[in-house]
């Protein structure tokens, strides 16, 4: 059977356009099946610092995360957005619509990303000749396209999402042009130039990533192309400084307050923190026998990957210092480390094929049973694929049961605040609050009730006989259990 696939895939360019068709046509069912039934959210900053800031960009309503009002995110990001909410608002204003919508574009991005990486992963692999490129292929779709983690922050509308993509495709894509010694840097550049306004934490990779590459280049005397590199990386800072500039009339105030408030004052702490081994922990979580070959994997590509490779390194272990833990701020390792286990597996049939010919066939059906199985664990039982959709559905489904006048978000999970105007669409035209009445004495209450003039309220199921008794909200619009919107 390997023979045969041997032969098959020989009669084929490895760099013909077919293996990325293959590729396309492979990932496109994964990322529609995601998109269909992945509803939920991540964690409130999905939408709080990406959609409902562009929302309010477009439409000068939006429930704005203090970190705006403060100065502390880049903007950039929601400056995107808001181009493209304008562009689905030409044909439908439905949240639905702009939430999936968005998630395709961004899911082509991702896509863009996975094949700029295979095309290097391939050609790389393929020029080893040690082994059938049909081999090569099969391993990484196992491995890296099957990956379930992947799609689970691919291409949803977290900042980390869109600046893992940037990254994942301008890093190969400088890779490719340099191994072919072609050198036009300026656009790859510019878009991973971009990454950092998009997300301050790829500051650590590059950081490293910069001086290593240019290091790469001097060492072929490309003085000039090294130039062109750092024009474009510039070009894409300069497009974040002029964001700055539009939105908060001062460029770069927005890292400095981030740095302040985050590094100086410590304030994503609030939100918890954890242990120096988290991130190394997830990884063995998600990967668990696969990290074995992380080894051959590095060893094989150090000489040729190691401005990719260390600063990577670095990225992790800054991360893994810092106190405020979540699996999302290292999403950028996670692609690099599937490349690296890929290859490393390879590196090892490789071995075995030459010393021990006739085990290398069950040494490979072994590794795609075991990764299988890993992914089928990851995929069923380790990803909460519909994290608080309830909560999402709280909103989009109000308008359609009669929600009007202003409205009071009242629970006191943070994961109620997973949705503001955008997610009430544009037929709703009055104000939207968010308290937490838990903490909030009976006075205090009204207070809020009377000077907001409060109309609905969505509060726990079990509070409702206190709001009818106590405030006069006896109606009930609309219940998702836990939560009800309630009327007066």
């Not at 770069?252 to 410590?266: E, L, P, R, T």
């Amino acid at each position: 059977m390997f023979q045969k696939i041997r032969l098959l895939s020989n009669s084929f360019s490895p760099t013909h356009f077919f293996w990325q068709i293959i590729i396309v046509i492979f990932s496109i069912p994964l990322i529609l099946f995601t998109l269909m039934f992945s509803q939920g959210f991540v964690w409130p900053d999905e939408i709080f610092q990406s959609i409902e800031p562009a929302y309010f960009m477009v439409t000068g309503r939006g429930n704005l995360a203090w970190e705006f009002t403060d100065q502390v995110r880049s903007v950039l990001y929601p400056y995107i957005l808001s181009v493209w909410i304008r562009i689905v608002f030409l044909f439908s204003t439905d949240p639905t619509v702009l939430f999936h919508s968005t998630r395709v574009v961004l899911a082509g991005i991702y896509l863009a990303s996975v094949l700029m990486l295979s095309r290097f992963f391939l050609k790389t692999e393929s020029e080893k000749k040690e082994i059938g490129f049909g081999i090569i292929f099969l391993i990484f779709s196992f491995v890296f396209l099957l990956f379930p983690l992947n799609y689970y922050f691919g291409f949803r509308t977290l900042t980390e999402s869109i600046s893992t993509s940037l990254a994942i495709l301008s890093i190969f894509w400088i890779q490719i042009r340099f191994e072919k010694q072609d050198y036009r840097f300026f656009l790859p550049s510019l878009i991973l130039g971009l990454t950092y306004g998009l997300r301050f934490q790829m500051g650590l990779f590059l950081i490293l990533y910069i001086p290593l590459f240019c290091y790469q280049l001097w060492q072929k005397k490309l003085i000039k192309e090294a130039g062109w590199f750092l024009f474009g990386l510039f070009t894409g800072f300069v497009i974040y400084l002029i964001s700055d500039i539009v939105y908060y009339g001062i460029p770069f105030i927005s890292s400095f307050n981030y740095f302040k408030f985050n590094i100086v004052k410590g304030v994503a702490k609030q939100w918890g923190t954890s242990p120096f081994p988290f991130y190394f922990q997830s990884y063995l979580r998600y990967f668990q026998f696969l990290l074995i070959f992380l080894i051959p994997g590095i060893y094989s590509n150090f000489k040729k990957l190691y401005p990719i490779l260390l600063a990577t390194a670095s990225f992790i272990l800054i991360h893994s210092m810092i106190g405020h833990k979540e699996l999302r701020f290292i999403y950028l390792s996670y692609p690099i480390l599937l490349y690296l286990i890929a290859s490393g597996i390879l590196v090892s049939y490789s071995w075995i094929q030459a010393k021990r010919k006739k085990w290398a066939p069950v040494f490979l059906m072994l590794i795609l049973l075991l990764t299988g199985f890993q992914y089928r664990t990851v995929l069923l039982k380790k990803i909460q694929w519909n994290f608080c959709n309830e909560n999402l559905q709280l909103f989009l489904q109000a308008d359609k049961h009669g929600l009007k006048g202003n409205s009071l978000i009242g629970v006191s999970e943070v994961f109620a605040w997973g949705a503001g105007y955008v997610y009430m669409g544009n037929a709703f035209k009055d104000n939207l609050y968010f308290h937490d009445l838990q903490t909030r004495s009976t006075e205090e209450t009204e207070k809020i009730l009377k000077e907001e003039k409060i109309q609905n309220i969505l509060i726990f199921d079990t509070t409702k006989d206190h709001y009818c008794k106590t405030y006069g909200y006896c109606k009930t619009i609309f219940p998702l259990s836990p939560y009800s919107w309630i009327s007066r």
